[in-house]
Each structure stands twice: as structure tokens, then as C-alpha cells.
């Protein structure tokens, strides 16, 4: 059963360009969750999706982020117009339930030059 | 609003010390989750535990034992015997039922020597 797959680990971008992490939960989980990890800190909650549907979006940025889980397919979070402070770690969590246990990926870890 | 403190930010001890590292939460819940997650220098997240607010049993697992104690809000971590295999980031975290998002403390580095 493999788990929780990010993908790209890295990612390189220069400012002002568009970045897509991927993340494909474990077979059965409909809970899917983004965390961001600023250098040298704890992470962050950013959104909360089950299939098709935004759940809680309580710690996304206003601007330039958005995030999806469609019917098929990997959990996206897109971030447009990036910029240095977006240079981070970006994690997903994925859950079969709403109070079952969450499970990490590896990480998705943004690099803007 | 939940808030998790952990005050130790780095610790450092010799191989088949000892460590305890410290948690503390703060929320107006009464039914919330308490995780411990292990981030190695490779930068995953790996799950340790995960405690339900009505259980204040005590765990222990190989090396590794938790002591959640309702009255002073506290959810410590105590490697024993460490190994330099330990040495990680570790974090504490809650999360309600409700809201379900995880909020994580600030973690501790634990450095193991040999």
C-alpha cells in the first residue's frame, strides 16, 4: 500500500512564474490535506479538500494560491506569481476519515530564485 | 484559539541518555487529538503517536513512551536510551475534531552524539 506521493520533491522557480505540487493520497483516503514549512519552523495549515469539494481554506494565502482535489486524479496546490517568500516545504496529509490519523508525504520543497 | 508550545528548541545529549522533550497545549476543546511526529535530516514526517483527549493512559512503545497529563495541558516525550538514529526534529501537535487542520508547536531539535 504506498503512501501519501508528492511530487516534484524539488521544485525550482523564478519570481513571477506559476508552481504546481501534486499530491496523490493513500488508496482509500478522501481527506487530503497542505502544510507549509518555513525554513527552520513548525508547519503551517493551509487547506483542508475532500473530493471536489474545499473544506477548510483558513490558513491559505488570499492572493495567488489556490488549491483542488478533483473527482480524478492528484490534489493539486497551485501557487501563481511566485515570489522568494514562497520558498518552503510543502507538505500533504491525506486521512480515510475525518478523525482517522493523518499520514505525511515527503514534502514538496519550492525554491524561488 | 489552539496554540501548542514547545520551549525546548534544541537538545542535545549522549548516546543511551535519556531525553524528555516537552509539550504544551492550549485549547477550549474537549474532545481534541494529540500527535508526535519525527522529521529526520531527510525531511520527512513520520508518525509517532496519536492520542484521544479521554485517554490519559500512558504509552509506551520499544524506547519510546508519552505521558499526557490532562491537568497541566502537557503531552511529554521521553526517548530512553537514546541512539544517534534519534536525532530528528520532533513535533508536537492538536487538532480538534471539528476543524480537523493539525496545529503543530514550533518543534525540537534533538541531537544524539555517539
Known amino acids: 500500500n504506498a503512501g501519501v506521493m508528492q511530487n516534484p520533491r524539488h521544485l525550482v522557480r523564478r519570481r513571477g512564474q506559476e508552481a504546481r505540487l501534486r499530491c496523490s493520497p493513500m488508496?482509500?483516503?478522501?481527506?487530503v490535506y497542505w502544510y507549509r514549512q518555513l525554513p527552520e519552523e513548525g508547519l503551517k495549515f493551509m487547506v483542508y479538500l475532500q473530493k471536489e469539494n474545499i473544506i477548510d481554506e483558513s490558513g491559505m494565502p488570499k492572493e495567488r494560491f489556490s488549491a483542488e482535489f478533483p473527482k480524478e486524479g492528484p490534489s493539486i496546490l497551485r501557487i501563481q506569481q511566485v515570489v522568494r517568500g514562497d520558498s518552503a516545504a510543502y507538505f500533504c496529509a491525506s486521512s480515510p476519515t475525518v478523525t482517522g490519523g493523518l499520514f505525511f508525504g515527503e514534502g514538496s520543497r519550492l525554491t524561488v530564485l | 484559539a489552539q496554540k501548542v508550545t514547545q520551549a525546548q528548541t534544541e537538545i542535545s545529549v549522549v548516546e543511551k541518555e535519556d531525553v524528555t522533550l516537552d509539550c504544551v497545549y492550549e485549547?477550549?476543546?474537549?474532545?481534541?487529538?494529540l500527535f508526535w511526529y519525527k522529521q529526520p535530516p531527510s525531511g520527512e514526517l513520520v508518525f509517532l503517536i496519536r492520542?484521544?483527549?479521554?485517554?490519559?493512559q500512558n504509552e509506551i512503545s520499544g524506547r519510546y513512551s508519552w505521558n499526557f497529563q490532562k491537568s497541566t495541558s502537557s503531552f511529554n516525550f521521553t526517548i530512553t536510551a537514546s541512539q544517534v538514529v534519534d536525532s530528528a526534529v520532533y513535533f508536537c501537535?492538536?487538532?480538534?475534531?471539528?476543524?480537523?487542520?493539525?496545529?503543530f508547536g514550533s518543534g525540537t531539535r534533538l541531537q544524539v552524539q555517539p
Open positions: 488508496k482509500g483516503h478522501s481527506h
Open positions: 485549547t477550549r476543546d474537549t474532545t481534541y487529538y
Open positions: 501537535a492538536l487538532s480538534d475534531t471539528g476543524r480537523r487542520a493539525l496545529t
Open positions: 492520542r484521544n483527549s479521554f485517554d490519559e
